[in-house]
């Protein structure tokens, strides 16, 4: 049996949607700070926090960008108890994974109030074992995420599922094959070093059979 590691954003949930208008309101409480526009929003989601940041404000210093990021985040958490967020077919795959005995766990670059919120309020945190994210282990980097989780999880049959290039750099630092969803927030070629590739969820299923 197979043990798959989820990336969230742009993998099993979309949130930009509900995130840009909230950026865009925190960010303009500065009025000397640039505003990004919803697609340099869009791009930065699945980025490490810091990289994140500092490439939507790159103007902003340590004290604005933590006033922001915590006030979309506050108002983010708040919202998503009351939006389905999910991506197309979540549900009926982690489900069938599950019921075929493979193991399912997160890897995500968020934080544990971010995670703890997506898993438990679209209603799929019992679908997962240990789910981790960058905040939980005190990382800098996807692929330390990773080596936590094999701290008590075996690499052998292990496979990273995500939408951007850190998932792919993540799952080869810890000597996994990725599996890039080109359904989530990747620039045109940042996913060709995966080893698989799909287009829908509903995919995995055909990649990892009864």
Known sequence: MALLIFDLDGTLVETTQLSI???????KRYPHLKMPEPKAIQSVFGLPKKEFWETLIPDGNDKEILDI??????KLLEMMNEQDVLLPHVKEVLSALKQMGHR???ASNCSTAYLERILESQGIMDYFDNP???ELVQGRKKEEILKAHFTVLPKQGAYMVGDRSSD??????????AIACHFGF????ELEEAEYHIHSLLDLLEL???
């Open 168 to 177: 792919i750099e993540a799952a080869h630092a810890n000597g996994i094959p």
């Open 69 to 74: 990021q915590s006030g979309w985040e506050v």
């Open 208 to 210: 990892f059979p009864e």
């Open 104 to 106: 399912l766990t997160t």
């Open 21 to 27: 208008p909230l950026i865009q309101a925190e960010v």
């Open 132 to 134: 981790l994210c960058i």
């Open 186 to 189: 990747a620039e045109e070629g």
